[in-house]
């Protein structure tokens, strides 16, 4: 049975409440710290890639710059703690409309550039930031980076109760879910058909009269604070931030996330990056080549699944859900 678009939008939320209530119950049942650390981790990591992801579903581009939307917006809010005397939750809020509005002004202004030149242009603008944050040391702590000084409370939670194992468990997979609900309620909107138009063929959408400019700048803006959000969270995570969180390995490495969970389907970058985090620990426990190992995965991930590994669990779903004997086809005499 094929489901409307007005149908599979009204199944957002009830999925969304599942999956809350699921996250719940596993900060209840795991008892080992170092389990929700590293989930803990892996949901980070995954609102990364899924910031990224958008940006290369909806408009097709591939940035290798992103670190910087993801180190930038921890600095912003270490540096106004540490400067200013204002709270924590606007440091947070000034931190991501900061971001909005850089990248919102950057967008109308990169998004133009096509294929290899926006990516290669990304990688230039990461570099840049990486440089001076790693060379402005009375602002940033140079190399050897900054603690962040957060407040006693947060949001109204004592900063001791949210850093507990479990707590933060659920507050970067709530994070998480309610991203992923954003953007499957966003796909599914008028807005989300117009972009995918316009990345499918942005000449025929101008055709029919749709400008492509303000939509890819508004995806760009999108999944540029969607890893805003995500370098906050790492930092309320670690309670410290530095260069390297900017450099472009770390764009890199979302985008293998990225690949190998497969970007076609909104939750795709997420699975991708919870798998790469978790075999990062137990395959690194093996060897200290572990990337390598991983690299060889992504080939094989490239190779034989038309989608990631959200593609390839979406056949084996289709297939377990299809009644026996559907489409055989039976012939008469």
């Known amino acids: 049975m094929t489901l ?3 149908q599979r939008r009204g199944r957002i939320a009830p999925t969304a409440l599942a999956a809350l209530a699921l996250v719940l119950a596993a900060s209840q049942f795991i008892r080992s710290e170092i389990v929700l650390s590293l989930l803990t981790q892996a949901a980070v990591y995954a609102v990364f890639a899924t910031g990224l992801g958008v940006l290369l579903r909806q408009n097709g581009m591939v940035s290798f710059g992103h670190a910087a939307f993801f180190g930038l917006s921890a600095y912003v809010v270490a540096i106004l703690l540490q400067d200013t005397g204002i709270s924590a939750e606007a440091a947070i809020l000034i931190s991501l409309a900061g971001i909005a509005v850089f990248a919102l002004l950057l967008g109308f202004v990169i998004v133009r550039i096509p294929g290899i030149a926006f990516a290669m242009l990304t990688l230039a ?5 990486y440089q001076v944050a790693l060379q402005s040391r009375a602002l940033t702590g140079g190399a050897d980076g900054i603690s962040i000084d957060w407040p006693d409370t947060l949001f ?8 507990e194992p479990a707590t933060l468990f659920m507050t970067t997979w709530t994070v998480l879910i309610l991203s ?5 309620w966003l796909q599914r909107s008028q807005f989300g058909r117009t972009t995918e138009a316009i990345r499918d063929n942005p000449e025929r959408a101008m055709f029919i009269g749709i400008r492509p400019m303000a939509p890819r700048v508004l995806i760009f803006t999108l999944s540029a604070v969607l890893t805003g959000l995500a370098g906050i969270l790492a930092a309320l995570n670690t309670g410290f931030i530095s260069p390297e969180s900017m450099h472009w390995s770390v764009s890199g490495t979302a985008l293998m996330m990225v690949v190998v969970g497969g970007y076609w389907r909104i939750p795709g970058p997420a699975l991708g990056a919870v798998v790469f985090i978790v075999a990062k620990d137990l395959i690194g426990d093996f060897s ?3 990337l390598s190992l991983f690299g060889l995965v992504l080939i094989i991930v490239v190779v034989f699944t038309d989608n990631g590994l959200s593609g390839a669990l979406q056949k084996l779903t289709d297939r377990l859900r299809r ?6 086809q039976t012939t008469t005499h």
Do not use: M, N, V, Y
């Open 4 to 6: 409307t678009i007005s």
């Open 125 to 129: 603008l990461g570099q840049l930031f």
């Open 156 to 163: 109204g939670i004592p900063l001791g109760t949210l850093l």
């Open 180 to 184: 992923i609900a954003l953007l499957s």
């Open 288 to 290: 200290t080549h572990w």
């Open 323 to 328: 009644p026996r004997g559907a489409g055989r």
